[in-house]
């Protein structure tokens, strides 16, 4: 993939207005933002992700859309804190790791991981309503999506027919070596066994959050399209976590 400005995101994640920006960290020559929308101590925190892999522009993108809209009426119910770009690294060179040739993703354990050592640092002593982390797939022909959940509905199916209409959806019954429906990729026991502690996703759901919806967009449709797939689906959780929801 070509190379990607990280100095233009920058800009624009600095020219955010009516949000909170702050800087978590620095990799290198690249900080890494978080931008925080809502304050109130009463509310809890969503938590939601982009360019995990530099490789997947549609995240970052789609973070920074939400943040430029703002939450809105959303902020009733809920506080949001986002980190549009992870790895910045990657997305200034277009790569899926970081660095240190790292897939960030799945270097939890590891201590030498500066992208890591800002999640931790980010997420200690803290639980969240529910976690986002969008995702592209180069090889998918459509949308599809990982949800974890415990003591609440899921929401992957109203995602997935929110997000039908703009952009195809994956069907296959085997999804990344995994059984899915509809979609919905449909995880296993021996599997979350497997990538305890390795993962983000999976460590953040195991003691940060009881929802995590971690989406993939297809990269061959537009950025355009990619970017409003990814927004329906977190205006599908953040509805099931409002207040008049419950």
Sequence with gaps: MAEQSYEELVERVRALSGVRVRELGQVGEYPIFAVEQGNDP????????????????????????FCRQGAGAWLEGLNFLAIPCLNPHGYAHGTRHNGQDVDINWAYKRDDVPEVQVVRQLVADRRFAFVMDFHEDWESP???????????????AQI???????????TQPVIEGQRARGGIIIPTAEKHEELRGEGIPVVLFDHHTDHLVVTETPTALSLEKRVQAQLTALEVVV????????
């Design 42 to 65: 009463q509310r809890p925190t969503a938590l939601i992700t982009g360019g995990t892999h530099g490789d997947e522009p549609a995240g970052p993108a789609a973070v920074l859309e």
């Design 142 to 156: 459509g949308f599809y999506l990982y949800e974890l959940y415990r003591n609440r509905v899921p929401v992957g």
């Design 160 to 170: 997935m027919e929110r997000v039908s209409p703009i952009c195809p959806l994956n």
């Design 239 to 246: 509805e099931a976590h409002l207040p008049s929801a419950q």
